[in-house]
């Protein structure tokens, strides 16, 4: 039998957990993966977000949970199981900026972005490979990356934030060759510039904004629902060949 497109990008009958789901990008995809007939586990550690976001939509449930806290990732999973006993997608969204000076940035700091943006994505892909599966291939991570994990963002960005990014590019091929034949698909997506609470500073000043357009081949930053595709395809059968790969959306920021 044919898939029609639309079932190809279908959700319905999956369970998908989103951190950092009370802003920004992860509110947006928590929204998206819903539409597409998801049952979505909305994780962030603001409760008022969360549940604003869960009565707009009755596919999204509320999971009050820090990432960088190993008993708050298992009672996120423990939570996701004890409802529906399945867990197909895991979109690794929450994270945290450093400071943008190297000479800023204290080893601690360094290793409490590492703890939300590394070891947290790497934790809750493991709990989502550990829960029982029937083998059909609808397990997929998106571990959300950046053009700074790429790239060099001087003189924005920071070192952890780089850093951290470019281990979620490592940890996804790791874990794509590790985990193929289980039918576990691992990929990254690489978002440009899209305003958010992390880049309203940014997008707030003149000279940075213009920084951002001179260097986007498109000449602007990216828009609200500009990611849309590019994470249900990751997420969905539409890219059931796919693994290991990196999916950049950044109007052109890395092509130069
Ligand atoms: N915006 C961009 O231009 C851009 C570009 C490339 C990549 N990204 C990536 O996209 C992702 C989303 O960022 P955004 O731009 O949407 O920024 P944002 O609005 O600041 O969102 C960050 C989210 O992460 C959550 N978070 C932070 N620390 C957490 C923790 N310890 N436990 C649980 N949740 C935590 C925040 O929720 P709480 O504060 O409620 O916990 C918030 O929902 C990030 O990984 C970011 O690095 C963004």
Redesign the pocket.
Known sequence: MTATTADLFSLRGRTAVV?????????RFATVLAAAGATVYA????PD??RELADSDPGIHPVV????REEDRERLVGTVLEHGGRFDVLVN?????GAVRAQDESSGDFSDVLA??LV?PFHLARLLAETPSDHDGTKSVVN?????GLVSGAPLGGAA?AAS?AGLVGLTRELAGQWGRSGIRVNAL??????????DGLFADERSRRWVERGTMLGR??QQGELDGALLYLASDASAYCTGQVLTVDGGWTAR
């Open positions: 951190t950092g789901a009370s802003s920004g990008l992860g509110a994780a962030a550690r603001r977000r969360l949970c820090d990432v960088s969204n929450a994270g945290a900026s939300v943006n947290a959300v990356s950046s053009v700074l934030y990014k690489a978002p440009g510039w899209f305003r958010s609470e992390m880049t930053g990216g």
